[in-house]
Nanobody
């Protein structure tokens, strides 16, 4: 059973920073793709960033230059460093994982097999 556990959410003022973590437990993301998604009330879940085992990363246009996705292979943990946060970044943030890359389709939520329970980020 694959379990993804997010942490690090919270409340911050605009311009502030937060760092999210996703502990993947026994799930190995060698040759896999993991990503961060977010969903705010009344909106569809959207892709924020993804990290592939080949080292490639992708970002939504709305977070480029502000968010950085990274991973610690030894700890099996995915991170999302969020800087210069804006009220529009307020959402529940989810970690997700799938086997193999889907390239330009990385933001398609239907393509991910495993999901965490989410962590709330509120920017005021």
């Amino acid at each position: 059973h694959v379990q993804l556990v997010e942490s690090g959410g919270g409340s911050v003022q605009a311009g502030g920073s937060l760092s999210l973590s996703c502990a993947a437990g026994r799930y190995t993301y060698k040759r896999n793709c993991m990503g961060w998604f977010r969903q705010s009330p009344g909106k569809e879940r959207e892709g924020v960033a993804r990290s592939h085992s080949d080292g490639g990363t992708s970002y939504a246009d709305s977070v480029k230059g502000r968010f950085t996705i990274s991973k610690d292979n030894a700890e099996n943990t995915l991170y999302l460093q969020m800087n210069n946060l804006k009220p529009g970044d307020t959402a529940m943030y989810y970690c997700a994982a799938r086997t193999l890359s889907v390239g330009a389709l990385w933001a398609n939520t239907a393509l991910y097999t495993y999901w965490g329970q989410g962590t709330q980020v509120t920017v005021s």
